[in-house]
């Protein structure tokens, strides 16, 4: 176990290396500079800046600059925020993406499975085809018209709900559902079809054939086995959220990473792009990480070991 | 000898987009203590269907009791609520299925799936369950009890699955074990032990044991009496000995020619040509009367009564007629049938 984890996070800093790599030169490759603007900044003081941030040495001197600092999980400081440094945006808007993002995790896994549980019970009965028909609009209605939606509905016709902005957890509803809705749809589907496999399948007999109740049958003996799918499922489902939450963000203005990260990008804050970056693919990678390990908990058949042939 | 089970005139339809399907119709047998009925048949016969409806394991719809009743200790369980099948699934009756490799929960200990029942059912704490399990697999003989039930299902072999799924259906003691097709899934080695096993337990605790096979070599094995279904019917019940050395009805000749023999000096697999009738709209006779060599312009248009030739043996054929032709077995199904 000790030994997998520790081989799965070599893994990670290897493939961390290449995001860094990939993104430095990508960054680089695109037009423009941080200093670029409308009005036209003396050459002068363009020499001075780039002398100060460093960025008049040749690329290879920045790439290995860049890399030993991130090494030491160190960003630099921002472009265009003065007098900020990446991690002190980092920690200061993080905070509140990972609420949003586990409140919105959180609904997705708890409705959407509950939803496809509920649908492969009532199979092809009026319940299915309801819970099918939310997942169908679910899925096909972007996360920005659904915020939009929401944000008429509760906050603009009915005054329920604060419109935007993020101070209390009444803030966060809206947001959450709206970033939530999409892999929530998706997860109801994964779930029925999975449940309606295992409630058709030989162990379930066996199980009512001892003479346990309906009740328990599809409590002990299918959800366990019908959310598989679901669990591996869980590592999209993070970048899902992460993705999404560049756009929900925005909308709700909530002083997010993901709003950080835009905000970056049409700056062209290296810095800020890179920390970022660097940031939510470690978020990322550690979350799959998560999600294999509970996968090999919960399926005895999955074993977590470092040997290969096991 | 104390009967434990009858069915009477029971008839199961399934409701389906193409129509009503008529998956048994009419069939009549009874089980006693310590016995083994073995139902054989090819696949669609009914024979699944009908054993699965005595533990009204049938979804119901799309499946729905026509007609006839299943006493089980004089008593109709036909109509019995879902409340009451769970006090007898497990205790009065056990089941064991045909693929070991999927009839037990792959995500749960071997030792949980077997104490479960037992634990609903006789109000066991977790020990004494625990106990009883480890005698169980002892019984069931796997080896190394202790280890194995805490082991999942996958650490098992496929024979040792079997005798798993065999432990969880006796656990609660019950009077009546429904096997179908118990061996199909394993290979010949592992098919006997299993067969002695089922064996052992029925002379030890007087068991009632309905068999569900194709294959005839398990039941000249393992039955006392057999009843031959086809089309939804059984068309032939008799001792094990009747069965095979007297038989009377053509399709029961058909299934001991198709037998493969080791003796037969042309090797050819024998087959009875034809497939069995669609029972969306069974035939109005007899329904095998479409793939019988002997069949007579009656036997197309009336169901033939069932004809006793022994008190064991019973035959629904128009051949035993008194006014039909004489018509003698073939030679080729006694060769090589001893037993």
Redesign the interface.
């Known amino acids: 176990m000790l030994k997998y984890i520790l081989k799965r996070l070599v893994y990670i800093v290897v493939s961390l290396f290449f995001i860094v790599t990939i993104t430095f030169f990508l960054m680089q490759a695109a037009p423009g500079g941080p200093f670029t603007s409308e009005r036209k900044v003396p050459p002068k003081i363009e020499e001075q800046l780039n002398e100060a941030y460093g960025l008049n040495e040749p690329l290879y001197i920045q790439y290995k600059d860049y890399l030993v600092n991130v090494a030491k999980w160190d960003f630099g400081p921002s472009f265009k925020q003065k007098g900020q440094s990446v991690n002190s945006i980092i920690n200061r808007s993080f905070p509140y993406s990972l609420i949003l993002g586990l409140e919105a995790i959180f609904l997705a896994l708890s409705i959407g499975v509950f939803l496809g549980v509920f649908a492969a019970l009532y199979h092809n009965k009026f319940g299915d085809y309801a819970a099918m028909i939310f997942a169908v609009l679910g899925i096909s209605v972007p996360s920005f018209i659904l915020a939009t939606i929401l944000q008429y509905i509760f906050a603009f016709k009915l005054q329920m709900l604060p419109v935007a902005r993020f101070d209390s957890f009444a803030h966060s509803i809206l947001p959450a559902i709206a970033l939530a809705t999409t892999p929530l749809a998706f997860i109801a589907r994964l779930m029925r079809s999975s449940m309606l496999d295992v409630l058709n ?3 379930i ?10 009740r ?1 049958t599809i409590y ?2 299918g959800i ?2 019908a959310i598989l799918p679901v669990i591996s499922y869980i590592g999209p489902l993070v970048i899902a959220i992460l993705t999404g939450s560049f756009i929900i963000e925005r909308i709700f203005a909530i002083p997010g990473l993901g709003n950080e990260f835009v905000e970056s990008i049409t700056n062209r804050d290296y810095t800020v792009i890179m920390g970022t970056t660097v940031f939510f693919s470690v978020l990322l990678l550690v979350s799959i990480l998560i999600v294999d390990i509970i996968y090999g908990l ?4 999955i074993k977590i070991t470092g040997k290969k042939e096991d | 000898m104390k009967k434990l089970l009858e069915v009477n005139n029971l008839s199961i339809s399934f409701h389906t987009y193409g129509g009503e399907v008529q998956a048994v119709r009419d069939v009549n047998f009874d089980l006693h203590e310590g016995e083994t009925l073995a139902i054989v048949g090819e696949s669609g016969s009914g024979k699944s269907v009908t054993v699965q409806s005595i ?1 009204r ?1 049938l979804s119901m719809p799309p499946g729905e009791f026509k007609s006839g009743s299943i006493l089980m200790n004089g008593e109709d369980i036909v109509h019995k609520t ?2 009451e ?7 009065e009756m ?2 064991i ?3 070991p490799m ?7 200990k071997v030792g949980r ?1 077997i104490t ?2 037992l634990i ?2 006789q109000n066991m704490s977790k020990e004494e369950a625990k106990e009883r399990g480890l005698e169980l697999l002892r019984l069931v003989g796997i080896p190394n009890p202790e280890r194995r039930i805490n082991q ?1 299902p ?1 650490e098992y072999s496929g024979g040792m699955r079997q005798r798993a ?1 065999i432990a ?2 006796l ?2 003691d019950p009077k009546i074990l429904i096997a179908d097709e118990p061996t199909t899934a394993l290979d010949v080695t592992i098919q006997a032990q299993i067969l002695e096993l089922l064996r052992d337990i029925q002379s030890k605790r007087k068991t009632g044991i309905v068999l569900i096979t194709h294959d005839l070599g398990v039941v000249a094995n393992a039955a006392d009496r057999v009843a031959v279904m086809y089309g939804g019917k059984i068309v032939e019940t008799g001792t094990v000995d009747e069965i095979f050395y007297q038989p009377k009805h053509p399709y029961t000749w058909g299934l001991l020619g198709s037998m493969p023999k080791v003796d037969d000096a042309k090797g050819d697999l024998q087959s009875i040509p034809g497939s069995p009738p669609d029972l969306k709209d069974p035939p109005k006779g007899c329904p095998f009367a479409a793939r019988c060599p002997h069949a007579m312009k009656v036997c197309d248009q009336h169901m033939p009564d069932y004809i006793e030739s022994s008190s064991t043996q019973k035959t629904a054929c128009w051949l035993l007629d008194e006014r039909a032709p004489k018509v003698a077995p073939p030679e080729n199904i006694f060769a090589g049938g001893d037993k």
């Open positions: 399948s030989d162990y007999k066996t199980a009512k054939a001892k003479g346990l109740s309906g328990v002990r003996h366990r086995n919960i399926d005895p058949r | 533990m394991l879902e409340k099948m769970e006090n007898i699934r497990g205790q056990g089941m299925f045909q693929d999927t009839s037990l929960n792959p995500t749960m799936q479960e029942g609903k059912h999942y996958h799924v969880i259906a656990s609660c």
